[in-house]
């Protein structure tokens, strides 16, 4: 089974960036789907965006539509999330997944349950 190691978090302030990766073991990261999670205190874990095994179409949710970019090299084995203009609203663990099935939309691609393998978290922080 593939193993997921995300790395890249920390405490940042507001209008900073930051690149968040996504390390896959023992598995070819080209035949999965990938996404990333986040969780806040107290809240469910929330969808914020998935790139196609061939990285032809992605997908952002609204609260992070212009401002997160996610990115993959297959050859390297890793995905990226890169995060301009934090807002403090941002703040939350970020959790990267994957799944071997194919991207069959966004409604498909927001649920959680979709994923099979996660990654351990990395806490970022945005500071007003």
């Known amino acids: 089974q593939v193993q997921l190691v995300e790395s890249g978090g920390g405490l940042v302030q507001a209008g900073d960036s930051l690149r968040l990766s996504c390390a896959a073991s023992?598995?070819?990261?080209?035949?999965?789907?990938m996404g990333w999670f986040r969780q806040a205190p107290g809240k469910e874990r929330e969808f914020v965006t998935v790139v196609t095994k061939s990285a032809d179409r992605t997908y952002y949710a609204d609260s992070v539509k212009g401002r997160f970019t996610i990115s993959r090299d297959n050859a390297k084995n890793m995905v990226y999330l890169q995060m301009n203009t934090l807002k403090p609203e941002d703040t939350a663990v970020y959790y990267c997944a994957a799944t071997e099935r194919n991207y069959r939309g966004f409604s498909y691609a927001t649920k959680s349950s979709v994923y099979d393998y996660w990654g351990q978290g990395t806490q970022v922080t945005v500071s007003s």
């Open positions: 023992r598995g070819t990261v080209s035949i999965y789907t």
